[in-house]
């Protein structure tokens, strides 16, 4: 039975990072947009990264960001995957040598086949609620019928999601992941590791529970 992917993003401590691999997390999210509140500076995030151990994906993720300025981050971070939440072209995403994954704000009017085909290089495509000037980590969901029923792409799905909505979500969307980072928190960029367990083991048992209710 397929388990979707979990990633627990915008980690800013050494011991959540740990806390999420234990629990299971396949993914783990480093914030390099100045504005978050669950920003990390480079040696911080290098350290967070080198704790995750060879076999969690650590990612890292940008909005709009100077190329030079990732650049800099990659030579310093062990990041496997990159993340863009921002305008970037596809162009843009293809540059950095590593995989990447780009986020699309589900905008009222966005036609989100055509989207998702525009960045059919990415290794997946993250579809996040949309609020007018926030780039992500709204906490706010949005209608998950709007979530494609199939891609060639792998699509994870943000946005608003909790320990108490994640089965449901899994279940309604047959997502191939999942990402929080709100969710998972005592406070804005204070994750706990109790959330944190629970979140991951409510998706990762969702299908299980789906079929058995």
């Not at 691999?21 to 978050?36: E, H, M, T």
Request: aromatic letters at 8%; hydrophobic letters at 40%.
């Amino acid at each position: 039975m397929f388990t979707p992917r979990v990633k627990i993003c915008g980690v800013t401590q050494v011991e959540h990072a740990v806390a999420a691999v234990a629990a299971g997390a396949d993914a783990i999210g480093l914030v390099f947009y100045s504005k978050s509140p669950r920003a990390v500076e480079i040696e911080q995030a290098r350290e967070i990264a080198l704790a995750c151990g060879p076999f969690v994906t650590t990612v890292g993720l940008f909005v709009n960001a100077d190329a030079d300025d990732v650049q800099a981050i990659l030579r310093r971070v062990p990041l496997q995957l990159l993340q863009f939440h921002g305008d970037e072209p596809r162009d843009y995403c293809e540059q950095f040598a590593r995989p990447y994954m780009k986020a699309l704000r589900m905008r009222p009017e966005l036609d989100v086949s055509a989207a998702i085909q525009d960045y059919s290089s990415a290794c997946g495509v993250l579809l996040d609620a949309y609020r007018a000037g926030v780039p992500g980590g709204t906490g706010d969901t949005f209608d998950w019928d709007r979530f494609p029923k199939v891609s060639n792409v792998p699509l994870v799905l943000a946005g608003g999601l909790d320990s108490e909505n994640v089965a449901q979500a899994v279940i309604r969307t047959r997502c191939y992941g999942v990402d929080v980072s709100g969710g998972v928190e005592s406070a804005p960029g204070q994750k706990s590791s109790d959330l944190i367990k629970q979140f991951i083991e409510n998706a990762k048992q969702a299908y299980v529970k789906g079929e058995t209710e």
